[in-house]
């Protein structure tokens, strides 16, 4: 099989999970477990953030043992079978959650999360295997577009769904798209078998592991000083996708199709603001371009507290989209570049294990102001309060090949 083969498989993966991202976390599950499952209380917020939270704590926790299976296993494909169909058969189960449901509700929606998350440790492995070093940032690129491209065919494949307000029927349909594109990457892509010669347990492997990264990351200062940054900001970006379809729905009073409408917008911006704001990070450097998009944020945040129309959180959904991707491949394209090259797959575990424990306070914050308040709008402008932080220690931040 041909290199550019290997390559469009693998993104097809990427373009098949994003169906469960748009469909589930994002958009439809995140709106009808608000509005139906916990019958429009405001402390539904408080329990999708809950859910959303202990998924990201139990990702976070096996990341780096799934990391080490990753590296000293043999069947990486197998364990990535694993955690998709677990998410599929979650997703696709969504169907039989009603209103009252709540227990169930946050159960299915974990397991599906967890399948989702912990897949991707696996998926990712696969990249050295299908491209030479000096292609990775393009490669990974490719995945990321064909992600984006991902949701907008299911956006378009669940309209008719929405129109027809069979909000329920569109977690399975979600579930068939995750499973159909998926499926030409355990057809096709051979898993590189290597002999696992360590006697040590997996999981004392991943424990050794995370230790050694711990111990190390006192050595590299600047590095440190990036990824407590990373775990601000992106702490911020990771709550603001979690709620938006929640947020829109519940304060602005969008509908179904008035919110396709919207992540329609978000993630077209999201294609262009990835490849302009890539374009300008090779220019300026990833630290400064990383700068811009956390001010796109911070207005971001605000524009959505002060808006009182719909037509306003258009112009917020426009500014998010440029800013989500290239905030996201930025930062990775900076680790990259901080990274000692024998350290790579060390220290890039921990950046997984930052950006996924990263993903459980931003939430809670949400959910817990929202409950206390009853106001979404004090919710929502209290997580500009990471992108403030992790604004101000990227300041301290040196880019290697940019001097302050």
């Known amino acids: 099989m041909t290199s550019k083969k290997k390559i469009f498989i693998w993104t097809l993966f990427d373009f098949a999970n994003t169906s469960f991202s748009i469909v589930v976390v994002t958009f439809l599950y995140a709106v009808y477990f608000k509005k139906v499952v916990a019958q429009g209380q405001p402390i539904g917020d408080l329990y999708w953030s809950l859910g959303t939270s202990i998924a990201m704590i139990i990702t976070a926790i096996i990341s780096p043992i799934l990391g080490a299976i990753a590296d000293y296993s043999a069947g990486k494909k197998r364990f990535l079978l694993f955690f998709t169909l677990l998410c599929i058969t979650a997703t696709a189960s969504l169907f039989f959650v009603n209103s009252g449901n709540v227990f169930w509700g946050i159960i299915i929606f974990i397991l599906a999360n967890v399948g989702f998350e912990a897949g991707l440790v696996f998926y990712d492995s696969f990249l050295p295997e299908i491209t030479e070093p000096k292609n990775y940032g393009r490669v990974s690129g490719y995945g990321f577009a064909m992600g984006y491209l991902g949701s907008l065919a299911t956006l378009a494949i669940i309209y008719p769904f929405i129109q027809a307000e069979m909000i329920k029927e569109s977690f399975p349909v979600a579930a068939l798209f995750f499973l159909i594109f998926s499926l030409p990457l355990f057809i096709y892509l051979k898993d590189n078998r290597k002999k696992n010669v360590e006697h040590e347990s997996y999981f004392k492997i991943g424990i050794t592991r995370v230790w050694n990264t711990l111990s190390h990351l006192k050595n590299y200062k600047n590095l440190a000083t990036f990824l407590l940054a990373y775990f601000f900001y992106i702490e911020g970006v990771n709550t603001i996708i979690f709620f938006s379809g929640n947020y829109a729905s519940t304060t602005l009073g969008f509908s179904e199709t008035e919110l396709l409408i919207f992540f329609l917008t978000v993630q077209t911006t999201a294609i262009a603001g990835s490849v302009i704001l890539g374009i300008v990070a090779d220019s300026i450097g990833q630290k400064k371009t990383i700068v811009i998009t956390l001010v796109m944020w911070l207005l971001t945040v605000l524009i959505a507290f002060l808006v009182q129309d719909k037509n306003g959180f258009y112009v917020v959904g426009l500014i998010a989209g440029a800013a989500m991707g290239s905030s996201q491949s930025t930062s990775r394209s900076l680790m990259s570049k901080l990274t000692p090259p024998e350290k790579k797959t060390e220290f890039f575990g921990f950046y997984s294990l ?32 990471f992108f403030i932080v992790g604004l101000i220690i990227l300041t301290q931040v040196k880019d290697p090949d940019y001097a302050k």
Do not use: Y
């Open 354 to 385: 930052f950006g996924k424990s990263s993903a459980v306070i931003g939430p809670l914050v949400f959910g817990l102001v929202s409950f206390i308040s009853g106001d979404q709008r004090l919710a929502i402008i209290s997580i500009g309060f």
